[in-house]
């Protein structure tokens, strides 16, 4: 029998549990190492923009690899970590030390209505590995038109996320081609750049219109 397509995938693993979190966060850069060269272009696009400090926000920041990156490379910014875990909010705290001065944690489920209210305008939304956590791609679109309401004139929204395809990931529900999540991403309001595309990685920019 086949899978059913239209319907949304269970995760198999509870980021909520204190257990789960931990154990996502000691294995996440074992198993994918080249993240680093994603974080790195994070940071050389946040460069390229002009906010004094600059306002940033993270959807599903989890433990804080990437918050830590960027606020170690860009230590005026303002940085929203968004997650719906508060234990990945606690493994961030305990990751980023004293840069917390420099960071507001909202705990919020990107998945759920409602989950911008009050958030305030950006300058950049990023998001590293997380749009899948949405648990099917037929729910990526909205995800996208509500960052395209944060986000100021010529805002950037960076987006990472694994890709479906002969080199990456093998379900279709759950994973968007490079070019469909491109494609998406311009149905939103952007003006898209693929930056990078890496072992099952893809790394687009899209800057509001």
Known sequence: MFPDLTEDVPSPIDLRSVED?????????????WREHFFQRFIAELHALRGNPLRVLELGSGPGFLAQRVLEAIPR???????FSPAMHDLARQRLGSLMQHVRQVLADFKCDGWSAGLGEFDAVLTNQAVHELRHKKHALK?????RSLLGSR????????YFGDDGMTNAALYMT?????RCLEE??????N???LRGLVLHRGIAS
């Not at 805002?155 to 694994?162: A, I, K, R």
């Open 21 to 33: 979190a931990r154990e996502w966060a000691a294995s996440a850069m074992l198993k994918r190492p």
């Open 155 to 162: 805002g950037y929204y960076l987006v990472c996320d694994h």
């Open 178 to 182: 490079v070019d469909e999540q491109r």
């Open 143 to 147: 995800l996208h038109q509500t960052v």
């Open 188 to 193: 939103a309001g952007f003006s898209v750049t």
């Open 77 to 83: 910014g303002e940085y929203t970590m968004l997650d």
């Open 195 to 197: 930056l990078v595309t």
